[in-house]
């Protein structure tokens, strides 16, 4: 690994964010989500409807390529640093199975969503919440670029100063 995406990496793994998810207020990262039950008479518990777990709501098969591809062995889905590496792998997988450019970030969350086969086959078309979904990350996605871009220099500045 680089040395810029081992600080990276370090760096995401010790983030916090903020009650409304937008800033380090100090607060631990949110745990990471499980898909809902499956219920037998409404009421008991019978198992999960997916395999998707973690921050990035990864499935088994798809961690499991992740882990053979990468040699990674050791990674988990709940860990923060983990799952930002696993998502600039899939990213990068969408990209050169699709074609959708890596800066498209509306195309490439609708192809993380649905898969990359799914997202070729246009499975994403017909689900009219999924599209607003992408919508919202797109615009979310915006705002985070223009405050990167806001602070860049001072971020390049104390970055070269901690390594």
Do not use: N
């Not at 990262?29 to 008479?41: D, I, K, Y």
């Not at 998707?52 to 088994?60: D, I, R, S």
Request: charged residues 30%; glycine residues 12%.
């Amino acid at each position: 690994m680089v040395p810029q995406r081992k600080a990276l990496l370090r760096a995401l793994g010790s983030a916090r964010v903020g009650a409304a998810g937008g800033g380090a207020s100090g607060e631990p990262l949110p745990r990471p989500r499980r898909p809902e039950r499956r219920r037998v008479l409404w009421i008991i518990p019978i198992g999960r409807r997916s395999s998707a777990y973690g921050y990035g709501q990864v499935k088994e098969e798809t961690w499991a390529d992740y882990v053979r591809a990468t040699g990674r062995r050791g990674a988990d889905r709940d860990d923060f640093a983990d799952v930002a590496d696993f998502i600039g792998w899939y990213g990068d997988l969408i990209h050169r199975r699709t074609a959708v450019a890596k800066h498209e970030r509306y195309h490439l969350y609708l192809a993380y969503h649905e898969g990359p086969g799914g997202f070729a086959q246009g499975t994403h078309q017909e689900k009219d919440w999924l599209l607003e979904v992408a919508r919202k990350v797109e615009a979310r996605a915006r705002l985070y670029q223009a405050q990167y871009l806001g602070c860049r220099d001072l971020l390049a500045a104390s970055s070269s100063r901690r390594f």
